[in-house]
């Protein structure tokens, strides 16, 4: 289990950190935003994220981030009053924490996180396609259709952020990684051209966003 802390406060970074460790989760900690610039968030199973951060806002960073990433996010601050937690959990906060707070209790926010993350992954679907994350098996209607695993993975990513627009390049990133090589210009092109064809009358739903990249249109006409 892998976390990425972005903290500035040095005492509350080695406190959580140090925590952690006992209860064998890694911790990699940030002082700002621009640290975060070149790391891979897939590398990593959840965010706890400072609201005040030296170059910039936490609220900003976590919607940017929800334009190509589901990872959860817990987010800290100093401001209780109730429109900063409202703010929080609109931009896509999944738990919201006020300074100074309990140890334990962070623990127990990080493992009930992860424990609905879980447990929404395992199954998804959209009407009558259906996803099985844990197998990497796709159905339509009840019949299994072959996917290889970047086109489960531009799927499973596109149902995640339904009726969001997803930037062409991050989800080149999240879906081949570190096998960069492996793609060129026209590589996510052709892959989601096959994906509709697959999909049968659900490809519809896939829709090109001219300069930016791709979006899960929940609204689409399937019958036309």
Do not use: C
């Not at 159905?139 to 695993?149: A, D, T």
């Not at 086109?151 to 989800?171: G, K, S, T, Y």
């Amino acid at each position: 289990m892998k976390i990425i802390l972005i903290e500035d406060d040095s005492t509350i970074s080695f406190a959580v950190k140090t925590f952690l460790k006992r209860h064998e989760l890694e911790t990699d900690v940030f002082t700002s935003l621009k640290a975060t610039t070149d790391i891979d968030l897939n590398q990593y199973d959840l965010m706890i994220l400072d609201v005040n951060l030296p170059d910039g806002s936490g609220f900003d960073y976590l919607k940017y981030i929800r334009t190509f990433s589901d990872i959860p996010v817990i987010m800290l601050t100093v401001k209780d009053a109730e429109e900063y937690v409202l703010k929080g959990f609109s931009e896509g906060a999944d738990e919201y924490m006020t300074k100074p707070f309990s140890l334990p209790i962070l623990k127990a926010r990080i493992d009930n996180v992860l424990k609905r993350k879980n447990d929404r992954q395992e199954k998804m679907a959209y009407q009558e396609l259906e996803l099985d994350t844990q197998s990497k098996t796709a159905k339509v209607e009840g019949l299994n259709i072959e996917l290889n695993r970047q086109e489960f993975a531009v799927l499973e990513i596109l149902l995640e952020n339904q009726d969001a627009n997803l930037i062409r390049e991050r989800i080149i990133d999240m879906v081949w990684g570190s096998d960069l090589y492996e793609v060129n210009d026209n590589t996510l092109t052709v892959t989601i051209k096959r994906l509709r064809s697959k999909l049968g009358k659900y490809g519809v739903h896939i829709k090109t966003v001219r300069g930016i990249g791709y979006s899960w249109d929940s609204g689409a006409n399937e019958n036309r």
